[in-house]
Each structure stands twice: as structure tokens, then as C-alpha cells.
């Protein structure tokens, strides 16, 4: 069974270590805040000035001054700090931050990222994404493996405009954990109960698949 | 004191001087730290052909948005835009310009301009659309992106406290930009929510010293919230 | 919380790793703000053949100057040296080199360093023995130079007051560099005055965020006075 | 007669305006601050990280982590701002500090100035200087027209290692005010008592006299 985006959350938080400063992106990243092991503490990072993340308000402390990246109304933890937008991209750019994850449209063997631009559609803009994605050295796509169509988004080379180029490392699709090495996909974990065949037809870059791909374990 | 006395009575003092076709420089991310009265001044004052740098460009009816509506703006530059229809609108029939900048790129530019930097490396958008144009350069055999400074010739600014110098600070994640902008615009216009006596701001903790502002306005703020989030009671 | 504890018990812990041959950055302006223990650490620990980058070198017995007495720096980056006896005659003798950069270049070095900007164009220096060799290009008809980000293996810097997850407030003007070096540093060791609760320093005015401290530790301090001017009574 | 220094520091100090930011260097230039017109508030910028420098601490206040750009301990005036040495260079390669005054070796009829090397001399660094020259519009230099062996400093060019090019247009010496145009010093005031003759003696480079050369006047 493909992976629910909680699962891929789960398996993600699986890579945070004690004491991390981490960059969660939009969407299925922001939920691996929910999943930080009970017995380690992180601390998120957000992009527009806040380092010390916390839960979202309850209505009586909204506040319209304290958002995160995705605008969202939050709090901060004991310990925060807050800064301008060239003070927090200092800490990106300058590779402060232990983990960042985002989604993606595409990756590809060499390590490239397209995540914000589909020529002949709207495009809104690249906000932090090319900064986070050029500053960190542990990032994390996370992405479904192929598109509703059937189209794997796993590519031997970028169709999209790219966010970054040459700095992915590590993937998890809803099928898989895959890591980029010497220009090509390597298979380490497969989701329960989905084939390595389903993986191999889905992948359209190259990927190498070892003698033994485990199953993904979720505590 | 009146050398330093910076405080200005109206919104149209506070915007004087500003003429068609002007720079801009805007704080804010989001709608959290716009100076939404300083943009409404602007609005009632009808100045066309501005570009904008801003992080956004507001939302249908507020922020920046509202400057949409009577065609003043003429080109944003901006990380992320698009949040409201008539934006879209005019972007699409081309009687708006946008040109996307990276976030991290874009705070650092207006940095510089206000440092007399007049340009910086970065690893930023290599091998992007970002690049096309630019000059690049390896460092320790890794390439990256030559980027240019930022000025304007308005930067408007909201802080949260000012002393009459013009001493700001910023309350929580309404910072963001506004330190940036308040840098590296040839007048620099900030409004808060109050002001209080010289003095009274702590020297060590003061984010934008009064050497960068020009005036200081007190206003009165809507805050309107684009993302209202709250947790389970 | 052990993750983000960053707080060490000895001089010892706190300048673990240290290595002959290595870059160390050095907050401080004159004998303001520098750290002192830090500095009689690497003393006692007796490292060798190291690159200080720090606006000045101390004076005879105190701050940077301690390391001269048994040779073991041999470069220093720095804007203004030469306050004592020791370092003239290790310069002459050609035991020490010295690279002269100037201040508000060697600041932002360092604080590319940290921020991920390989080099920055400045109009610093430019027809003066400090653009020898170094790239320059014209931007809006003036002449700028390329100057490269400076990062070290460690950096040490004298804060106020820290929390335990490494968030540091200075003192006035003993500032200066420290915040600056303490972005630059592989490993950040910072000492400090006194240790506070977590969440006692205000977030929006935190001068360096724990993201950039590796160790903190606390300390007594001389703050020796190098220039003591007094009104008249 | 030559002007003291004290008269040098009056002289610059009418320069001064209501509401200017002011970068005083070592030496005379200090002495400006006892000079600031009584109905004038001007706000001293110190290359350490302090905007609003005041006077001397009494031996009660004083404060070892309070120091100016020249080492020495002194007070805040209220409405100062303290930061760090990036941000204090920000300001001044930025260009906002209204003026700034400096001593020199020599300047020359390019407005080059140099003031900090002299070659087989122990070489201590030219600190904060580069920056100053480089990042301001408004400059003054203060120094003694001429050597105490009679060698002039305002030369045709500059023979030391320069400290900014091209940056310099007001010179005060202890005999003139002159003023660098279109590759010329312009004889604007000279000291009381001090004739013209002496003036185009002890200057090397190219010296415009205009017809009338008003003396310095002293409130």
C-alpha cells in the first residue's frame, strides 16, 4: 500500500535527530512536526523570521503579528528568537539549519529539485524554496513517486524548471525511501506491502535496487 | 532637538514627494508588518507607473493589493505573488511586470543596498530561471550567481514602537522586511503603533537605529489575518 | 532537552577540538568585549600555528597578545594591530604575518561567512594596497572590489547573557564583532556572564540566536580598560 | 597666524548641520564635538557600533563595555543605538552618515588621501579609515598644510599608500580652507593673519586662488 501522507510524515520524523534546527516546507513536511520522537527535541525554523516554532494559537492568543511561512497563525516555543528575512536566510544560506524538507514536482538522478514553476500555468513565485534548497546540505523531498496519470515524477533529468540543481540527496515517495548517489536512485526502503516491481515501472530515472530492499517500519 | 525630530503629522506628509514612476521599497510578509496606511496614502494620492519590491503583494482589497485596483503599480518584484485575482489579471494581459526573486535573494539585496554593497554571490538559484543573465563565479569549486543591490526611492516601513529620532522596533514576525526596506530607501517613511520619548527604547535592542528614517508616523492598524490557524481547544 | 543544552562545565570542554594550525575567529574591538578565559584557554592548551581574524591583537599581557608569548599564532586578520611590544618585534622578525584588512570589510566578511555569501563587492579599499591582486568591476560607473567571506574552525566570543540553548545577548558596546564571528565559526564557543532560564531573554531581541552556538560557558571577567578617559568633576 | 587646533575644530564645526550624523576620527577631529552650535543637535557615529556617543563617564560611571572607536570609555546621549561592527560599517559604506572628518598625511588635487601607511615605518592598519573615506560623501580632512620640515601635504598626487581614491573634496589645514575641484585645490578661506603667498608656497599641487580670499571668520 502506497504510504498516507501521515505515514510519510512518520517516516521522515524517523530522520530527525536530537537538538536539529529543521525547515519544514508547505504541506506534507509541516505535518513531521506532529511525529518528533517524545524522548528529542527539535526546534522548526521559519523562513520570514522565527526560529522556535510552536503550535498554532488557541482563539484567545491569535495574534496577527506571530506567523510562520505558510502565513499561518502560530505560537513560539520557550527559547525562540525572532529576526528579519535577511537575518533568517543568513541562517539557510549559510547552512545553520540540520534538515530541511519540502515537496517537490520532480527530481532527478543528478540531485536536481523542480518545485515551483509549470510553464503555461500561473506562477506565483519561488518564495524561500531555491534559498532552502541552495543553503541546506540534509534535505528531504517528499513527493508522491508518480502522478496521477501514472507519471513518474523519479526522472532521469528534470522536464520542469528547476529550484535547485545537483542538491538532493534523500526522497521519500509514497512507495519509497530512495537516496541519490553517482547519478542515480538508489532503492533503501519500500513502503509495506509495495513490490520492488511497482517501484522499478514507477521510477523512470535510473535506479539501482539492492539484493535486499527492507520494508519501511513505522514504531 | 529639531534635527532629529522626525515625527510628521498627516499621511500626506509622510508620503511627500513620492512621483509617478518611483521605486518603492515595502516591508511586510504577507499581510503581517505592512505598512497598510502609508499604501493607502498612496492609493489616495493616485501616484501611477510604481515599482514595487515587496516579499507580496497583499490581497484583493488590502496591502499592496489595493494599489492593483487603479493600475499604480506598474512592476512588482517579489518571491512569492499572486494571492488575489486582479493581480493575476493583470499580469496575465501584461500591464503588470513581476519579476520573481528568491526570498533569501531578495532580503539580501535590499541589505546591501542600504550597505553599499553593490553586489553579492550566491548559491542561490544556480541553474534556475533565476540565473538567466547573470554572471557566475566558482568558490571552492562550487558555482554561484552574481546578484545586485536594491535601493528605492521610498522605502515604507511598519514598526511597532519609534522614538522621535526614529529609533523602531518591530514587534514578533512583523520584522521580517520591514529592517531590510527601512535600509535602503532614499526616504524612508515609518508608521507604528506608538511612539514613545527618546530614551525609553533600550539602545542594544533597538532593530532599526534612526540614522536610516526620515519620518515617523503613528497609525492605527487593521491586521488583517490571511491564514487564521488555531489549534483544537 | 539535551539537544539544544549547549552549556560546558570546564575552559577545557569549551575549547575541545582545537587544533594546531587551525582558524580561530575572535569577537572583540580592542580589549572590549573579547573573550578573555577563552583566549588564556588556548594558552594553557598551548595550540600552535594559528590564524587569529580579530580587529586587533590585545596588548602585552592580555587578550590575543597572551598567545604571542609562546609564538603560537602565526597570522593574524586584522584592521589595527600592533599595541604591544610582542607583536612589533614577531612581525619584524617575520615569526608572525599580519594581513591588514579594513574594519568594516573584515565585519562583513565575516558575516558573509556565516550567511553563505562566498564574496561581496565593496568600494572599500579600492586604489589602495588593500585591492592588490583582488578582482574589481564597475557598478553605476564606480570601481568595487571583490572581497571573500571569511570562515573559521572555531570562533570564540564574550556575550552577556545566554540561555542554555545558546541564544546571547551583549553588553553595550562590547558587541561589536562578537555577534559577527559567532555566525562564522564551524564551532561557536561562546562565555558569557551569566546564565538565564530559557525563555527569559525577549526573542525579538536576541543578538545571536542559539542556530549559530555550538558551547556556552560562564565566566569571571577582567574587562581591562585600555584607554580610561573621564570628564573633569 | 597658523590656527591651534582647538580653531581647527571651530572652523570644521561650522560645517556642522541641525540634524547631521557625524563620524569624528582620532585627534582634532574628536575636538569638533566641544564646538557643535548651541541651537544645533548633531549625533556622533562611532565605527565600534555606537550612534549617539556622549562625553566622558565621571570615574563613578564609567564602564569598561562602554568604549568609542578610539578605545576610550564614554557615555550614550539618549536616543542611541548600539549594534555590531556589520551593521555600523552598513551605515557608514552606505553612505548615511552626513560627514565625516579625519586627519591625514597628505591628500591630493584627485581628492586621494592617504593616512595610514608610510612604508618602512612599523605599519599598524588603517582600521575603520577605508571605510570611512569609501562609503562617505561628505568629508573633511584636518591635518597641518604642511610637514614640520616645511614639505607640503596637498600634492599633485599623493606619494604613500593611498587610503581611499578620489574620495576627498574639503581640506582644513592649520593655514586654509581649500576645497578639491576638477583637479585643482580652490583656496576658499585662509587663517586669520595668514597671507596668501604663504599659502601658494606651502602648497604643491595645483592651487586655484580666486581674486578674494576671505579670512576664517570665528564666532
Redesign the interface.
Known sequence: MALTREQMAQRVAQELQDGFYVNLGIGIPTLVANYVPSNMEVMLQSENGLLGMGEFPTEDTIDADMINAGKQTVTTVKGASIFSSAESFAMIRGGHVDLTVLGAFEVDVNGNIASWMIPNKLIKGMGGAMDLVAGADNIIVTMTHASKHGESKLLSECALPLTGKGCIKKVLTDLAWLEIENGAFVLKERAPGVTVEEIIEKTQGKLIVPDHVPEMTFA | ????DKVVGSYEEAMAGLEDGMTVLAGG?????IPENLINEIKRKGTTGLTFVS?NCGVDGFGLGVLLEDKQICKMV??????NALF?KQ??SGELE?E?T???????K?????????????????????AEGKET?L??G?E?LLE?AITGDFAIVKGWKA???G?V????????????AA?AGKITVVEVEEIVE??EL??????T????VDRVIVGHFE?????????E?
Do not use: W
Open positions: 532637538m529639531a534635527g532629529f510578509f504577507g499581510l503581517c508588518g516579499n517579489s518571491s512569492y505573488v499572486g494571492e493575476e499580469l496575465l513581476v520573481l528568491p526570498q533569501g535573494t531578495l532580503a539580501e535590499m541589505r546591501a543596498g542600504g550597505a553599499g554593497i553593490p553586489a553579492f554571490y550566491t548559491a542561490t538559484g544556480v541553474g534556475t530561471p533565476v563565479k568558490f571552492n562550487r554561484y545586485e522614538d522621535r529620532y529609533n522596533v518591530y514587534r514578533h514576525t512583523a520584522q521580517n522586511f520591514n529592517p531590510l535600509t527618546v530614551g533600550d539602545p542594544a535592542h533597538i532593530h537605529p534612526g540614522i536610516y491586521k488583517r489575518i490571511e491564514k487564521r490557524t488555531v489549534k481547544a
